[in-house]
């Protein structure tokens, strides 16, 4: 166990709908991270914030946004779903923001547009 | 841009023998991070072993070692005394700090352990 939780494990929605998934850091991290795993395919890094600011954007769609509250937790916002973006969405997180620093990930959870 | 490539899709290894993945990855930068990912079928991503771009010296976890090359832009993994529970998803990754932060994976090595 990392120490970092995401819910819902699980998602299954429609086309055009919009879902929140939400993510709680590890104790004392103050670095969130949000990545996109397509079937069998490899990360993609979507978006870091820390201590509640923006730090780093990745392949993030314009249908996609995030932010992070002032206790640290995470919520990735995807609206306007397409099939495509079924996946397994990971949240992370790591003590400060730096490159360097480890990332914690969590159990993630598995988006199905139907 | 930078790229990181993994062009072993699959690999299998005997228990006990011994195996390296390969990654090769691309960047203009001099200060950067690699890391080696393991994904079991719970899917849950645990790091194997990290490499400081500005250390000669090749990191080494118990078993699991790499062969840092940084002219070749090269980082491969090896894995000693393979064991069952090493199958798995690999995932090699770069960072930078650099102007932007970069987070970049490969597209993994699905390694299999004959018993």
Request: aromatic share 12%.
């Amino acid at each position: 166990d990392s120490g970092v939780t995401q819910t819902p494990k699980h998602l299954i929605t429609a086309t055009g709908q919009r879902v929140t998934l939400r993510c709680s850091p590890r104790s004392g991290d103050l670095s969130v991270y949000w990545y996109q795993q397509s079937l069998d395919q490899g990360l993609q890094f979507l978006i870091q914030y820390y201590n509640g600011e923006e730090r780093a954007k990745g392949n993030i769609l314009e249908r996609f946004s995030a932010q992070q509250f002032p206790d640290l937790h995470s919520e990735l916002n995807l609206s306007s779903l397409e099939l495509g973006d079924s996946a397994l969405y990971f949240c992370a997180s790591s003590v400060g923001g730096h490159a360097d620093n480890e990332q914690f990930f969590g159990p993630g959870t598995r988006l199905t547009v139907l | 841009a930078q790229t990181v490539t993994q062009s072993q899709p699959e690999m299998s290894v005997q228990e006990a023998e011994t195996v390296t993945l390969s990654c090769t990855y691309d960047t203009s930068e001099s200060d950067y991070y690699l890391f080696w990912y393991k994904q079991p079928p719970s899917r849950q991503m645990i790091l194997v072993i990290r490499q400081e771009a500005y250390k000669q010296q090749n990191a080494t976890e118990n078993r699991f070692s790499v062969n840092f090359q940084k002219a070749a832009k090269s980082f491969s993994l090896k894995i000693s005394d393979s064991q069952l529970g090493d199958a798995a998803m690999y995932f090699c990754a770069y960072r930078s700090e650099g102007g932007t932060y970069k987070y970049i994976f490969g597209t993994g090595t699905r390694l299999k352990v004959l018993a």
